[in-house]
């Protein structure tokens, strides 16, 4: 959906910078296609690292999760500080 918005957006730059001639025009649309291309290929970096960075929340969390299991917690003698430490990810179980 951004990619899809981000392109509208540069098309939308480029149409009335096309539509002109002779004047130095072209080279102006070029590079502001160009730095539109560059700005939606930086978004779509940081968006990857994002999901990469999600990605490896899940693992953690399926990580202490099975850890908290095979350890058979209590967890009704656990203060409610350290389960609620637990549940953010601020604490792990050692």
């Given at each position: 959906?951004?990619?899809?918005?981000?392109?509208?957006?540069?098309?939308?730059?480029a149409l009335p910078l096309a539509a002109c001639g002779?004047?130095?025009?072209?080279k102006l649309g070029s590079q502001v296609e160009a730095?539109?291309e560059n700005r939606a290929d930086a978004l779509e970096?940081?968006?990857?690292?994002?999901?990469?960075?999600?990605?490896?929340?899940?693992?953690?969390?399926?990580?202490?999760?099975?850890?908290?299991?095979?350890?058979?917690?209590?967890?009704?003698?656990?203060?409610?500080?350290?389960?609620?430490?637990?549940?953010?990810?601020?604490?792990?179980?050692?």
């Amino acid at each position: 959906m951004k990619k899809l918005a981000i392109a509208t957006l540069i098309a939308a730059i480029a149409l009335p910078l096309a539509a002109c001639g002779g004047k130095g025009d072209d080279k102006l649309g070029s590079q502001v296609e160009a730095a539109g291309e560059n700005r939606a290929d930086a978004l779509e970096a940081a968006a990857d690292n994002l999901e990469d960075r999600a990605e490896a929340v899940r693992d953690n969390a399926e990580r202490q999760s099975d850890a908290i299991d095979d350890a058979d917690v209590n967890a009704q003698a656990l203060p409610q500080a350290q389960k609620d430490a637990l549940v953010n990810g601020s604490e792990k179980l050692r």
